[in-house]
Nanobody, 124 residues
Framework: QVQLVESGGGLVQAGGSLRLSCAASGRTFSNYAMGWFRQAPGKEREFVATISRSGVNTAYTDSAKGRFTISRDNAKNTVYLQMNSLKPEDTAVYFC?????????????????WGQGTQVTVSS
């Protein structure tokens, strides 16, 4: 069992930045590929970014490329999502998720463990 707790969400103006954190506990963090997903009101949950167990490999949805950066610190059992140049369409609840011994995967069904989410609101 892996417990995930997100933090760092909030209200920010368009063009601003936020850094989300996801603290993991319960199992060996470095055994899990990690992902960030988001869900806006009335929409399906969608993939944002993922990072390999070592942190060497990453992947992003097209809308996040060049603006968001996923990273991890295995010594701190934490994964981060640095979000710059935020847009109103980035408004959503952001979730982190863990995939045991998995590689990069954009499909939410492949992630077994999920946090409760943190709200990000970008005003225009």
């Amino acid at each position: 069992q892996v417990q995930l707790v997100e933090s760092g969400g909030g209200l920010v103006q368009a063009g601003g930045s936020l850094r989300l954190s996801c603290a993991a506990s319960g199992r060996t963090f470095s055994n899990y590929a990690m992902g960030w997903f988001r869900q806006a009101p009335g929409k399906e949950r969608e993939f944002v970014a993922t990072i390999s167990r070592s942190g060497v490999n990453t992947a992003y949805t097209d809308s996040a490329k060049g603006r968001f950066t996923i990273s991890r610190d295995n010594a701190k059992n934490t994964v981060y999502l640095q979000m710059n140049s935020l847009k109103p369409e980035d408004t959503a609840v952001y979730f982190c998720a863990a995939r045991y011994y998995g590689g990069l995967d954009v499909r939410s069904i492949e992630y077994r463990y999920w946090g409760q989410g943190t709200q990000v609101t970008v005003s225009s």
